[in-house]
């Protein structure tokens, strides 16, 4: 056997023939890694399944898979309605985020059923008292510290569990291989085992894998086409709620979110997140602004916070926190070019509030508003919330699923809601429903100022 040197981007999984700073393919830096390639061993993946048969499509019969239901809601709903049995699931997020305590908990959750928690990072001790701290007693929980895959398949085998999660992916090793572990192609070469035993043996996979901020560390990304489902789990270290989004998922739909509450005795799911969301004091308080957005099928109403002040450097700062800071700058030139407001001297910051990442541009509206509001130093009225994504010209544009968010405004005791002009929507009792065509429309009701 000959062994040969490749470089492997970890982002893309492109590869070069020498080391680069820089990956030619995604652009990212720093991102190549070392692979070692045994020439003359047998092709990996080309593994030969016994009896494969050709069928008609027609003829294939369509029942649906049973689904394991997880026992946590807001997973259940992020999976499409439960595990697929089978699936491969991997848990990306960053460290510490609570990766392993999820997994944890939801295996514990699963009272009646077989399950095993594999954990290359780890003791058992180290295990047991972090159950402690979540509450249950499950009866049926088997856990094992254990680097090798060989070994945890094995264990697999014999225990025949329902659900078995990996903790982590750049944990364990296989022997097939010699790259070091949380080399990629260890971190792959084990995906691919796991994926084989996953689908002869019918038994769903959690697998646990860290991402830093930068997307650099070895793996996730390389296994994302690996898998059948990519879930998320984000959020700030330094608030307590936590974001399960699927990023891809072969078995349901990616719109959907779960939320959590980080606790003392492990995560909470989160079923009301909008009166979580909002302070209750916001009383004249200038540069806050609530929208109502949409994460996934799920509406939100999210306190958007703005400070502006006046540049004490050269160079004015902007800095968002949970929303994209380039649609910050666009949001901004729109202010100074259709309102004739001038922020170049100013210093600009964004925040929403709870530490949620926020995708849905509904929003746009409201961080405009805020910004505004900060700058001008006007309280915004609290009994007003509104949605509408912000257009080049100023114009504010449609969204969707306007219907539910007048609901949820409602619900929260809002007395009045703006929406783009236009849009067609089911009037409802005890909120008004107020259409704006433009920024300088929505400006001039709020603030009753002449602009
Ligand atoms: P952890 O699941 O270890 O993160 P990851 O596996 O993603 O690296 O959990 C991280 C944090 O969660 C840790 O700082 C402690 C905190 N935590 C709680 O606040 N409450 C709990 O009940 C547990 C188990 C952890
Ligand atoms: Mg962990």
Known sequence: MKATVTYVCSNCGAKASQMLGRCPVCGEWGTMVEEVIQ???????????????????????VTEDQRLDM?????NRVLGGGLVPGSLVLLGGEPGIGKST???????????????Y???EESVKQIKLRSERINGNPENLYIVAETSLEKILEHAKSLKPEVVVVDSIQTIGTEAIEATIGSLSQVRECAARILQF??????PFIIVGHITKEGSLAGPKVLEHIVDTVLQFEGDQHYMYRVLRAQKNRFGSTSEIGIFEMQQDGL?????PSELLLS?????LSGISIAVAVEGVRPLLIEVQALTSSAAYGTPQRSSTGFDSRRLNMLLAVLEKRIGFKLLTKDVFLNIAGGLKVNDPAIDLAVLVAVLSSSMDIALPTDCCMTGEVGLAGEIRPVNRIDQRIGEARKLGFSRILIPAGQKYQPAK????????????AVRLLFKQSN
């Open 280 to 284: 209750s004091n916001r009383d004249g």
């Open 39 to 61: 020439t003359g061993a047998p092709a990996k993946g080309v593994r030969q399944r016994s009896g494969s048969v050709v069928q008609k499509l027609q003829d294939v019969s």
């Open 430 to 441: 005890g909120i008004q429903v107020i259409e704006v065509a433009r920024v300088t429309d």
């Open 102 to 116: 999820l997994a944890l908990q939801v295996l514990m959750q699963l009272q009646s059923a077989v399950t095993l």
């Open 71 to 75: 026992h946590c809601s807001e997973l």
């Open 198 to 203: 996953a689908k002869e043996t019918n038994t």
């Open 268 to 272: 909470r799911e989160v079923t009301n």
């Open 118 to 120: 594999a954990s290359g």
